[in-house]
Each structure stands twice: as structure tokens, then as C-alpha cells.
């Protein structure tokens, strides 16, 4: 019994720890946050997104692309990413989603 109980409490601090300050980046003393997400079957193409965009679009666009670099190096070995939505369009046409800005794009293999 007493193990059931600690494998749960080990569990649930486990659950609780986040990646923290691999999702962030500080642009200009203020900190944006970042996520990706890559299907199951094909790692390979991903979203990438980045925010607060309210804050400063420079700043969450670099969130977005920093999660998407590290996505490619820790899959792919590679940080060369062919764009489908990318980090240089202008700021007008950026794709901004939930005041996050939306980067999208495949990992090229080296």
C-alpha cells in the first residue's frame, strides 16, 4: 500500500513539472512563451506558436521559432526547416491565432 501511495506522489510532482524555461525566451526583458505540436505519424511537420503576440510580435514570433528549431534538432538532428508558414513574413501577414503568433513548416533532414 505504502507503495501505490508513492508511486502516485512521485507521479503527481512529475505531472507537475513542465518544461518551464525551455518553452520560454526572454526578447527585450519580457518573456514569451512557445509550444509545437507535431502529429504522431509524421514528426517531421509541425505548428509552431509563440506569445503573448499583444505584447510584441517580434517577441512571439522568436517564441515560435526557437520551439521549432529545438522541435527539428531533437528529431531530426537538423535545424534547417523548409517553411510553410514562416518567421519572415511580414508582420501584417503573420498568422496570429489566441494571441499567439502561428508558425508552420517541415524539418528537413540533413
Known amino acids: 500500500m505504502k507503495a501505490t501511495w508513492a508511486s502516485a506522489a512521485i507521479m503527481l510532482v512529475l505531472a507537475a513539472c513542465g518544461r518551464g524555461e525551455l518553452d520560454t525566451i526572454t526578447f527585450q ?26 505584447v510584441s510580435l517580434e517577441g512571439a514570433r522568436r517564441a515560435a521559432y526557437y520551439q521549432a528549431v529545438q ?6 538532428g537538423s535545424s534547417d526547416i523548409a517553411w510553410i508558414n514562416g518567421p519572415d513574413v511580414e508582420d501584417a501577414a ?6 499567439s503568433v502561428v508558425l508552420s513548416g517541415r524539418c528537413v533532414e540533413p
Do not use: K, M
Open 71 to 76: 522541435h527539428c534538432i531533437a528529431y531530426l
Open 94 to 99: 503573420l498568422l496570429i491565432d489566441n494571441n
Open 29 to 54: 526583458g519580457v518573456q514569451f512563451t512557445g509550444n509545437l505540436r507535431a502529429e504522431r505519424g509524421d514528426r517531421a511537420t509541425f505548428v509552431a506558436t509563440g506569445g503573448p503576440a499583444s
